[in-house]
Protein backbone atom coordinates (compact mmCIF):
# COMPACT_ATOMS: atom_id res chain seq x y z
CA UNK A 1 0.00 0.00 0.00
CA UNK A 2 1.26 3.64 -0.80
CA UNK A 3 2.02 6.15 1.58
CA UNK A 4 -0.59 8.82 1.94
CA UNK A 5 -1.54 11.47 3.96
CA UNK A 6 -4.46 10.04 4.94
CA UNK A 7 -2.28 6.53 5.62
CA UNK A 8 0.73 7.91 7.36
CA UNK A 9 -0.03 6.71 10.79
CA UNK A 10 -0.11 3.34 9.81
CA UNK A 11 3.00 2.74 8.06
CA UNK A 12 6.40 3.01 9.10
CA UNK A 13 7.94 6.42 8.81
CA UNK A 14 12.03 5.66 9.00
CA UNK A 15 13.44 6.82 6.16
CA UNK A 16 11.39 9.68 5.49
CA UNK A 17 12.53 13.27 5.34
CA UNK A 18 11.32 15.49 8.26
CA UNK A 19 11.28 19.02 9.37
CA UNK A 20 9.88 20.09 12.98
CA UNK A 21 7.93 23.05 12.01
CA UNK A 22 6.36 23.52 15.88
CA UNK A 23 7.49 22.30 19.65
CA UNK A 24 7.55 23.44 23.00
CA UNK A 25 11.39 23.40 22.59
CA UNK A 26 11.80 26.58 20.48
CA UNK A 27 15.80 24.97 20.03
CA UNK A 28 13.76 22.18 18.25
CA UNK A 29 12.16 24.03 15.63
CA UNK A 30 13.69 24.24 11.79
CA UNK A 31 15.23 20.52 12.71
CA UNK A 32 15.51 19.02 9.12
CA UNK A 33 16.77 15.09 8.24
CA UNK A 34 16.10 12.32 7.66
CA UNK A 35 14.19 9.47 10.37
CA UNK A 36 16.62 7.09 11.21
CA UNK A 37 14.66 5.24 14.41
CA UNK A 38 12.03 5.55 16.52
CA UNK A 39 11.13 4.59 20.11
CA UNK A 40 7.75 4.95 22.26
CA UNK A 41 8.63 8.80 23.05
CA UNK A 42 11.13 10.10 20.48
CA UNK A 43 12.41 10.19 16.81
CA UNK A 44 15.68 9.97 16.11
CA UNK A 45 16.98 12.66 13.03
CA UNK A 46 19.87 12.24 11.20
CA UNK A 47 20.57 16.08 10.10
CA UNK A 48 23.24 17.64 9.05
CA UNK A 49 25.02 18.51 12.48
CA UNK A 50 24.21 15.28 13.93
CA UNK A 51 21.65 12.79 15.30
CA UNK A 52 18.91 14.69 17.39
CA UNK A 53 16.26 13.24 19.57
CA UNK A 54 13.36 14.46 19.39
CA UNK A 55 10.25 13.75 22.04
CA UNK A 56 7.37 13.10 20.08
CA UNK A 57 4.46 14.10 22.05
CA UNK A 58 5.82 18.36 22.49
CA UNK A 59 6.56 18.57 18.44
CA UNK A 60 4.64 19.27 14.97
CA UNK A 61 6.40 16.98 12.36
CA UNK A 62 6.14 17.92 8.15
CA UNK A 63 7.21 14.51 6.71
CA UNK A 64 8.00 14.30 3.00
CA UNK A 65 6.10 11.14 1.31
CA UNK A 66 7.85 9.49 -1.68
CA UNK A 67 5.15 11.30 -3.85
CA UNK A 68 6.93 14.52 -3.23
CA UNK A 69 3.65 15.50 -0.91
CA UNK A 70 4.25 16.81 2.38
CA UNK A 71 2.32 15.83 5.61
CA UNK A 72 1.79 17.94 8.61
CA UNK A 73 1.63 15.32 11.85
CA UNK A 74 1.05 16.38 15.66
CA UNK A 75 3.68 13.90 17.62
CA UNK A 76 1.05 13.01 19.46
CA UNK A 77 -0.66 11.36 17.58
CA UNK A 78 3.19 9.43 17.03
CA UNK A 79 3.41 8.56 21.10
CA UNK A 80 3.88 4.48 21.39
CA UNK A 81 5.72 1.42 20.06
CA UNK A 82 5.61 1.41 16.32
CA UNK A 83 4.54 -1.61 16.13
CA UNK A 84 2.18 -1.11 18.38
CA UNK A 85 0.69 1.98 16.79
CA UNK A 86 0.74 -0.06 13.55
CA UNK A 87 -1.22 -2.81 14.50
CA UNK A 88 -3.53 -0.56 16.36
CA UNK A 89 -4.52 1.89 13.92
CA UNK A 90 -4.93 -1.23 10.98
CA UNK A 91 -8.16 -2.61 12.91
CA UNK A 92 -9.97 0.61 13.09
CA UNK A 93 -9.08 1.52 9.32
Known amino acids: M ?7 LIHEI ?3 PVEIISSLN ?3 VGIKGKV ?12 NKGIKKIEKKVAVFLF ?3 SGIK ?5 KYLVGRPEDRLKKRIRYW
Do not use: A, F, W, Y
Open 64 to 66: QLP
Open 2 to 8: EIRPDNI
Open 71 to 75: VKVDG
Open 36 to 47: IDETMKMLIIDT
Open 26 to 28: RSH
Open 14 to 16: IGL
